[in-house]
C-alpha cells in the first residue's frame, strides 16, 4: 500500500506530541517511516525536508488543538494509546489494631518544609486516613541551634498548606521535665552513666572497643552528677549522658550513644532550660508515651531505630512497628536548608518561596497543588529502593486537577506589532475553556493591528489567528507583510495552517512576565488576567501558569507545567 509520507509524519508527530506534550525530535519519526516504509530510504533527504515542515506545523499547535486534529486524522491511533495502569494501592502495615493506628510526623523547625518532608508526612497521613486513629504533628526542638522563633511559623502554614488530617500537635520543648525524669530512671536502673570525658577521648576509646573511666561510676555518682548537669553546674561541651550499649559492638556509631548534652548558648527560644535530650531519647519516651503504633521514616533513621532500640529494652517498652523508606533525590531544586539560608541571605534566593527551591512554598508559588503532591509522594510508596523523584510525574497529577477548572488566555512572547491589510473589523469570542463552554467566552476585538510573535509567521505562508481569521504572510523588502485571508477554519485545516496567538492592539494587552527557575519570558497577554492574581490559568500553547501580581497594568505569572 502506498503511503503519503507527510501524512504518515503528520500522524505520528501529532500522536507523539499529545501522549509527550513535546514535539518529537525529527530523528525519531524519521526512523519510523524508514522502518516500516523501506521504500522511502533513497530519499532521505526530501523526507527530512517534508518533515520539519510537519513538525513546525505541530510545533505551532495548542496542546487541545492537536488532540482535536489527531481525533480528526487518525482516531485509532489515539485509541491505541496504552492506558495507564491502574496505580497499586500501598502495602498493608503489619499488626494494625480494632482502633487504627497512632502515626506521626516530626519535623524539626529548622525551616520551611520541603518535598522530602511531604514524603514523610503523605505516607503517614495515607496510612491514619485508611486505619483510623489519631496523626500526631510532633515539633521537634530540642536543638536549639536549629530552632529560629519564624520557623515555628513557617512550619504551621506548610502543614495547613499540605492538608494533613493532624488530631493532636505537640512540642517537643513542652516536655524537657518528661524528658529529664526519663533520663533519671535509665540511670537509676543502670541505663545510662554521665560522662565527663572530652570528646576526643572518648571517641579514641570507643573506636578501640574500650569503655571510659565514668562507665563504671555508681548509680550514686551518677545520679550526683545529673543533678549537677540540671542546676548548670557543667559548661557546654564538659559533660554527656550515655546509653550503656556493647561496648564492643560491630557497628561503632552503636557504642555508648549519648542522650543528654549542655548547650549553654543560643538559648531556646521557648524554654529557659541548657540541659537538652539528644533526639534518640525524645524519640523514643515520645513515640512510646503518646502510643505510636506504627513510624514510617527514612532510611536514614535506620541506626537510629536500632540505637533506640536499647532504650526500649531498658524501660522493657515494645518499639513500635518500622518502616524506613528508601532516599530520594530530587533533582533542579535546592533541598538542604543551609544552602536555602545561606543563599537567602547573600541575595541569592529572594526568600523561602524562590522558586528554584524545593520548599513547598517555592512549588505552591509555581501553582503546584498539594493535592498533586500528595499522589506523587504515595505513589513512590515505602519501600527502601532509592529513587528520584519524578517532576515528570507530579506536573501530570497536578495538570490533572488544574486543567480541568484553568481558563485560557492568549500570551505572545516578545510579540512584534503587524497591520493586517483588506481585513475587516471583528470581535472574537473565544472560550475560556475547551470543554468547559459553561465558563463562559472572552472577547478580543480585532480593529486593524494585531501583535504577534515574529516567529510564529517566520518562513510561513498562510497562518490562522486563533478563533479570528486566516491570514497570508508575504515578504517584501525583508519585512512581513500580512494580509486577510477568510474567515475559514476549514481551509486553514486543509492547508495544515499554523494557529498562532494574537493579541489586540490598545490597551486589550498588557505586559506580562512569565518567571520559571531556567529563565523568564516576556511579552503582551490578555488584558482579562489582570483580574486573575493568585488564580492557575493557562496560556495557550506556552502551559499553565499562576498569576503571581498584578502590578499596575503590568502581569507577573509563573510557570507552572506544560
Ligand atoms: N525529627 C526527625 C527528622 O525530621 C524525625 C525523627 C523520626 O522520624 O524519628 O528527621
Redesign the pocket.
Known amino acids: 500500500m502506498s503511503v503519503d509520507p507527510r501524512d504518515f509524519f503528520f500522524r505520528h508527530a501529532l500522536l507523539n506530541a499529545v501522549q509527550h506534550e513535546n514535539v518529537p525530535k525529527a530523528g525519531t519519526v524519521l526512523g519510523m517511516l524508514m522502518g516500516k516504509h523501506p521504500e522511502f530510504r533513497s530519499q532521505a533527504k526530501e523526507m527530512s525536508a517534508i518533515l520539519k515542515d510537519v513538525l513546525s506545523e505541530v510545533e505551532a499547535l495548542s496542546p487541545e488543538e492537536r488532540k482535536e486534529r489527531l481525533m480528526a486524522v487518525a482516531p485509532e491511533l489515539l485509541t491505541e494509546k496504552k492506558e495507564k495502569k491502574e496505580k497499586e494501592p500501598l502495602r498493608e502495615l503489619k499488626n494494625v489494631g480494632e482502633e487504627g493506628v497512632v502515626m506521626?510526623f516530626?519535623?524539626?523547625p529548622s525551616g520551611p518544609l520541603h518535598l522530602g518532608?511531604a514524603r514523610?508526612a503523605y505516607l503517614n497521613d495515607y496510612y491514619v486516613r485508611k486505619y483510623g486513629g489519631k496523626y500526631v504533628l510532633?515539633i521537634?526542638d530540642t536543638d536549639p541551634r536549629r530552632v529560629e522563633p519564624e520557623n515555628y511559623e513557617l512550619l504551621l502554614e506548610d502543614i495547613k498548606w499540605l492538608g494533613l488530617n493532624i488530631t493532636d500537635i505537640v512540642y517537643q520543648s513542652d516536655r524537657f521535665d518528661i524528658y529529664y525524669e526519663h533520663g533519671r530512671r535509665l540511670i537509676e536502673i543502670g541505663g545510662a552513666y554521665v560522662c565527663t570525658c572530652d570528646a576526643e577521648s572518648f571517641r579514641e576509646l570507643k573506636n578501640s572497643k574500650k569503655p571510659c573511666p565514668c562507665r563504671d561510676n555508681s548509680v550514686e555518682d551518677n545520679l550526683r552528677q545529673w543533678d549537677e548537669m540540671l542546676a548548670g553546674g557543667f559548661a557546654e561541651g564538659t559533660v554527656t549522658v550515655r546509653v550503656k550499649t556493647d561496648i564492643e559492638h560491630p557497628d561503632p556509631a552503636m557504642r555508648d550513644f549519648s542522650i543528654f548534652r549542655v548547650v549553654d548558648s543560643p538559648p531556646h527560644p521557648r524554654k529557659d532550660v541548657t540541659v537538652y535530650p539528644m533526639?534518640n531519647l525524645s524519640?523514643v519516651v515520645d513515640?512510646y508515651l503518646l502510643g505510636m503504633t506504627h513510624?514510617i521514616?527514612?532510611k536514614?533513621?535506620i541506626a537510629?531505630t536500632r540505637r533506640q532500640g536499647y532504650i526500649y529494652d531498658y524501660f522493657g517498652w515494645k518499639q513500635p512497628e518500622y518502616y524506613h523508606y528508601g532516599r530520594m533525590s530530587v533533582g533542579d531544586v535546592v533541598l538542604s536548608t543551609s544552602a536555602m539560608k545561606a543563599g537567602i541571605s547573600d541575595g541569592t534566593y529572594s526568600g523561602w518561596d524562590d522558586i528554584r527551591l524545593g520548599t513547598l512554598k517555592a512549588i505552591a508559588r509555581r501553582g503546584i497543588k498539594p493535592e498533586a503532591v500528595r499522589k506523587a509522594m504515595v505513589d513512590l510508596g515505602v519501600g527502601q529502593t532509592d529513587i528520584n523523584f519524578s517532576w515528570e510525574n507530579l506536573f501530570a497529577e497536578n495538570k490533572a486537577i488544574i486543567d480541568p477548572v484553568s481558563d485560557r488566555y492568549f500570551f505572545v512572547p516578545q510579540p512584534a506589532l503587524f497591520e493586517i491589510s483588506g481585513a475587516p473589523s471583528k470581535t472574537a469570542e473565544i472560550p475560556l475553556h475547551p470543554n468547559e463552554s459553561s465558563r463562559g467566552v472572552r472577547k478580543l476585538e480585532f480593529t486593524g493591528k494585531v501583535h504577534i510573535s515574529p516567529e510564529d509567521i517566520a518562513g510561513k505562508s498562510f497562518v490562522r489567528l486563533k478563533d479570528l481569521f486566516n491570514v497570508t504572510v508575504t515578504e517584501k523588502d525583508g519585512e512581513a507583510l500580512i494580509t486577510y485571508a477568510g474567515d475559514s477554519l476549514e481551509e486553514a485545516k486543509e492547508k495544515h495552517a499554523p494557529i498562532i496567538q494574537w493579541l489586540p492592539y490598545g490597551k486589550a494587552s498588557v505586559p506580562c512576565r512569565i518567571k520559571r527557575p531556567d529563565g523568564d519570558a516576556e511579552g503582551l497577554c490578555e488584558e482579562g488576567v489582570k483580574h486573575m492574581a493568585g488564580e492557575e490559568i493557562q496560556f495557550e500553547r506556552i502551559g499553565f501558569v499562576k498569576i503571581d501580581s498584578v502590578s499596575g497594568d503590568s502581569v507577573t505569572a509563573y510557570f507552572t507545567h506544560r
Request: avoid cysteine.
Open positions: 506521626r516530626a519535623p524539626n518532608h514523610a510532633r521537634e533526639m524519640v513515640d513510624v521514616r527514612g536514614d533513621h537510629n
